[in-house]
């Protein structure tokens, strides 16, 4: 039986910068036994949105009669308030090969005008990184003549290089280019995503922060660290499970709109290192749309399952894996004072702590952990704001 299913999730979100209202549309059905699954940007600028149509137009044509999966994921982010900055990547699984591709489009709302790599930065730059991308490139047949295939934020510029059928993405640091677009860089920090008024909280980026993070939820107990966090002007980032995200939409978006964090933990906890490309795949984007269809918010972050990686993991997805450096072991103790002496002992200035918030004993924990560390004069932050400082340190040379 020939199955077709077609939706359209249209989300409308307000970006922080203006008036213009972005579209993120998914499309997926089925064509000649197929699977496609298509999410993009609708930006309503023309020159962008034909170009995006255009494309996945000629993935469309790429479907051949070994075809069964042709899956095209997104990333949109502006930056500095000026820059659309869009990726589409593109699976097409023809059982004997996978091809991956991806696209980039950098769009200056400003100057209304596509930029490419000579816009952002300097001649001398693209050479540096010419030099940087051979570096890393060494064993592998690819043309760096040109750079066309990337995008940036407020801290990197990502090259994105085509190797056989899958893609390699380098990562520039911004202050190590001569960057030549408007960065008017404010140093009140941005949470992850710039489409909502988020209630951040004011940080200061030279005195100590700490990064909470909790996984395996949401859960009944996630509302009360939400809480608890909010009460002492702290945030945090709580990566979830897809599978259970739609049940606790309400405290998601509770928890996005007091400014913390939501990433990526997979969808339902299988070890991501074990997994076929296309099953972790799965995992990942699953959870992302589901997170995304909730709250209209996009994870920017993965803590792979069981602390588990590997290099092909990292290829596989954009997403930043974050690990940790602090964990108490609340699965194992019992006790919420245990847990919490064993948080206090080890964590220091940009600790990163694992927790859980799928236990009571764990909220308990927290409510003698925060009210200690915020006495002993620390700030609470969520994963991109802990990255955003260290990038702020890093230039001012806070660490010599
Ligand atoms: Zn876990």
């Known amino acids: 039986m020939k199955k077709i299913i077609l939706f359209l999730i249209s989300i409308i979100f307000i970006t922080g910068c203006s008036k213009t209202n972005y579209d993120i549309t998914t499309i997926t059905h089925q064509v000649n036994n197929c699977n496609v699954a298509i999410t993009y940007p609708e930006t309503n600028i023309n020159e962008l949105d034909n170009s995006i149509n255009n494309y ?3 993935k469309y044509e790429e479907i051949n009669n070994t075809t069964i999966e042709l899956n095209i994921d997104y990333t949109f982010n502006i930056v500095f308030d000026r ?15 996978i091809n991956k591709d991806i696209i980039t489009y950098i769009y200056d709302t400003k100057d209304k005008k ?15 990184i010419k030099r940087e991308v051979q570096k890393e490139t060494t064993n592998l047949n690819i043309n760096i003549d040109n750079f066309e295939k990337l995008i940036f934020d407020e801290n990197y510029i990502y090259i994105y290089l085509n190797n056989d059928n899958d893609i390699i993405k380098i990562d520039i640091p911004i202050h190590d280019t001569e960057f030549l677009l408007d960065t008017n860089f404010s140093y009140k920090l941005n949470n992850s995503n710039t489409y909502q008024n988020i209630n951040s909280k004011i940080i200061n980026p030279y005195e100590k922060v700490v ?12 509302e009360a660290i939400v809480d608890l966090l909010e009460d002492n002007d702290a945030n945090g980032t709580f990566f979830v499970l897809g599978n259970k995200v739609k ?26 290192n074990n997994l076929s490309k296309e099953d972790f ?24 399952t069981y602390g588990n990686t590997n290099s092909k993991l990292k290829q596989y997805t954009s997403l930043e894996i974050v690990l940790w450096n602090v964990d108490p072991e609340d699965w194992k103790y019992k006790n919420s004072k245990t847990i919490a002496k064993r948080v206090l002992d080890k964590v220091k200035d940009e600790s990163v702590v694992l927790m859980h918030d799928t236990k009571e004993r764990t909220v308990n924990a927290l409510k003698i952990i925060i009210p200690e560390l915020k006495s002993q004069g620390y700030q609470f932050v969520t994963i991109s704001q802990l990255k955003e400082i260290q990038e702020i340190r890093e230039k001012i040379g806070y660490y010599k």
């Open 56 to 58: 996945i137009n000629s």
């Open 83 to 97: 820059y659309i900055n869009i990726s589409l990547i593109s699976y097409i699984n023809n059982i004997k090969d």
């Open 114 to 128: 596509l930029l490419t790599i000579n816009n952002i930065v300097s001649q001398n730059s693209i050479e540096t």
């Open 211 to 222: 990064a909470f993070t909790f996984d395996d939820g949401p859960s009944k107990y996630t």
């Open 247 to 272: 049940y606790y939409s309400d405290i998601i978006n509770k928890s996005i709109s007091n400014g913390n964090e939501i990433g990526n933990h997979s969808y339902n906890h299988k070890s991501l």
């Open 281 to 304: 795949l799965y995992q990942i984007n699953t959870t992302q749309d589901i997170i995304y269809e909730i709250s209209g918010y996009t994870p920017k972050y993965l803590r792979p």
